[in-house]
């Protein structure tokens, strides 16, 4: 069987991480901090699924009520459930649903993950960081200057969090990458603008950003920068020529490479 063809039951992770629809934001923010994942199911009083609650879903409310002056707090969440601001619309599939088929939802939707639900509960989550396993596995050798985004969204190490998280949002991505002279040094992510919430808008964004990145040359095999970036545990990979970036690696792209 093609490793495309495969049931997502054999990549997609489990138990499913939730919480109650009338949990409040600052619970969810807790836990998505606290648990590295990006957005977390939100279920029923019954189990079943109700909707996701997202990091984009908490910098976007949370930029609102946040102050605009200098020192103000970066984010403010206000005391409300998360019923109130996660999302609905949810992808889900069955765990015998393959993993093409995943991919392919994550492409069209937008979505970093897709919900497995069997008898009406969620069951497992089939994320882009798992699709870099099935990359790997599969030891797909197209260069990744193939799948790149190009330009990559980037910011000065010396700009502040304000700036940056502003940025996240008009441009509608989840990790913009620092430079200092026009070299990467560290990535500003949806993770690092939660983490900041506290921190005053003015704060310069090398003082909060990750120091883990993966910077590879542009033709490098797509399977050995997915295995690489999988061991590091980063979720971009940038691609680099002649200390130059020329663009990005992400989550949806890595999907591309596998959907139908």
């Not at 980063?234 to 970036?245: D, N, T, W």
Request: proline residues 5%; hydrophobic residues 45%.
């Amino acid at each position: 069987m093609s490793t495309l063809n495969t049931p997502i039951a054999q990549y997609m992770s489990s138990p499913v991480h939730s919480l109650g629809i009338n949990e409040n934001l600052d619970s969810a923010q807790t836990m998505l901090r606290g648990l590295a994942i990006s957005s977390l199911a939100v279920t029923d009083d019954d189990g079943s699924l109700a909707g996701v609650i997202s990091m984009t879903d908490l910098i976007h409310v949370g930029r609102i009520q946040a102050g605009s002056s200098a020192k103000a707090a970066l984010l403010t969440l206000p005391n409300k459930p998360v019923a109130k601001y996660m999302t609905r619309d949810v992808a889900t599939l069955s765990p015998d649903s393959s993993i093409s088929l995943a991919a392919s939802k994550m492409v069209k939707g937008h979505f970093h993950r897709v919900f497995i639900e069997q008898d009406g509960k969620p069951v497992g989550v089939l994320s882009t960081k798992d699709i870099m396993m099935v990359i790997r596995d599969k030891r797909m050798t197209i260069p990744i200057s193939r799948l790149m985004s190009s330009p990559a969204f980037t910011i000065r190490a010396a700009e502040p969090v304000s700036l940056a998280t502003d940025r996240l949002e008009r441009a509608h991505v989840s990790g913009l990458v620092v430079v200092d002279d026009g070299w990467p040094v560290g990535i500003f992510s949806q993770r690092e603008a939660l983490e900041a919430h506290d921190c005053p808008r003015d704060t310069r964004v090398d003082e909060v950003m990750s120091s883990a990145l993966l910077a590879l040359d542009v033709d490098t095999p797509l399977h050995r920068a997915a295995a690489q970036a999988s061991q590091l545990r980063v979720r971009r990979i940038i691609a680099v020529k002649h200390r130059s970036i020329e663009g990005i690696l992400t989550g949806i792209d890595l999907a591309r490479s596998v959907m139908e």
